[in-house]
Structures are given as C-alpha cells and as structure tokens.
C-alpha cells in the first residue's frame, strides 16, 4: 500500500487524495472476502466523484464517513483497513465541506475554478491567444492603425483549463476565479446590461 500512499500524496485537495487512493487500491483485483471493503470502496469512488463533480450534497460526505468508520473496524485485511483510516484523515479536512460550497482550495479540482480575462488589465497583446491551443481564447491583437477592438475573453465551453494563457499573460490579466466567484460576477455583468 506504500505505492498507493504515495500515488495519493501526490495531490494536494483531500478529496482527490482520497479518490487517488481508492482509485489506486481498486486498480488491483478486488479479492471480496469482506462486504464492507469489497462493497464500501466502491461506493465511496462513486460519492467522492460526485464531490470532484460539483453534484454531491451533505448526505455523500456523511455516506463516505460512515463507510470509512464501517471499513477501518471490520474489513478483514490492513488493505481495506488503510484505505478506510487514509480517507478518514483526509475528511477531517474540512475540505469536503467546502467543495459543497464551491470551493476547492489548492484548485485541483477543476469543476470549481474558472479563468477568466479581467479587461481593465489587458493590453490585448495577444500572447494568451497564441498559448491556448483549444482556440478558447476570443480577440483581436491590438494594431496602432485600428480602433474598436474585440476585447479579449474566454469561451467556457472550450476552455480545458489547462492554464497556459495565465502562464503567458505579463499583465496580470488572466485570473483564477472560484465558482462562486464566477456566479457574482455573472450577475453584475447581467445588472450592468439590464442598466445600459
Ligand atoms: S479488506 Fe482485505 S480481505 Fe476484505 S475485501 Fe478488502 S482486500 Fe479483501
Ligand atoms: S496575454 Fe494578457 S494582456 Fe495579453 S491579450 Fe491575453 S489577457 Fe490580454
Ligand atoms: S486555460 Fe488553457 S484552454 Fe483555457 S483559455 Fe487558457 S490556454 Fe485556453
């Protein structure tokens, strides 16, 4: 379970430690001699993909908790008992609460984070639509002999996030923003357009 372990720590955001680990463990026969491993691990890998998804609520975490506390007393092996005890450290986190919220910290998990181009700092240099390779990037480059400029955004749909354009910027114009934060500022560009 050594490689396992270290497969898991690789990661930073709990939940996907635990979803490493399981994934990890689950990646060899399961051998089924006892019902709370051979049963529980599955159903945990389903609830923590819910958590890295953005469609788990409370009743999921509360789910792998349990599973967790039946695992870690009664599966028969050390197996199922560390992978059990790894996901029960890493609930004490905090962290699965909070991707019920729409946070993932370490930013990991990539439903939870969005990039977006913040206007007022772009130069529309263009660097950031030559770096995205998933043609996400909308704009034109700026050319001293032209005037009213397609300004420069991120297409959602065809963004994989992968962070090139953020790498490229030397503006600071490419920004992280949480879900959250996501969703207020769709409503003040919604309020601005319903002003003007
Ligand atoms: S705890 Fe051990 S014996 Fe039980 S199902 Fe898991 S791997 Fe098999
Ligand atoms: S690299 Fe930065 S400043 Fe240049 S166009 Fe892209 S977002 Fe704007
Ligand atoms: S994060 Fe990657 S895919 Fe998304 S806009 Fe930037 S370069 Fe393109």
């Known amino acids: 379970m050594e490689d396992v372990q270290a497969k898991a720590d690789e990661k930073s955001c709990p939940v996907q430690k635990s979803l490493t680990f399981v994934e990890e463990f689950l990646a060899e026969p ?3 001699r006892c019902f709370p491993c ?3 691990s599955y159903e945990t890998r389903i609830r923590l993909k819910k958590l890295l998804d953005g469609t ?7 789910a792998v908790k349990n599973i967790a506390a039946v695992m870690a007393e009664a599966s028969m092996c050390k197996k199922g008992k560390d ?3 790894y996901v029960q450290e890493q609930i004490d986190s905090n962290a699965f609460a909070e991707h019920l919220s729409g946070i993932c910290t370490p930013r990991e998990c990539t439903h939870y984070h969005t990039y977006v181009i913040i206007p007022e700092n772009c130069t529309m240099c263009g660097d950031c639509l030559d770096a995205c390779k998933d043609n996400a990037i909308l704009g034109e480059k700026k050319k001293t002999f032209l005037s009213g400029y397609m300004p420069f955004e991120i297409v959602q749909k065809r963004c994989t996030k992968c962070g090139e354009c953020m790498k490229v910027c030397n503006y600071a114009a490419v920004k992280i923003v949480s879900a959250k934060e996501m969703a207020e500022l769709n409503v003040k560009s919604q309020e601005s357009a319903v002003k003007s």
């Open 38 to 40: 051979s049963m529980g």
């Open 56 to 62: 788990a609520s409370d009743d999921d975490i509360l």
């Open 30 to 32: 399961m051998c089924g």
């Open 83 to 85: 992978t059990a005890k």
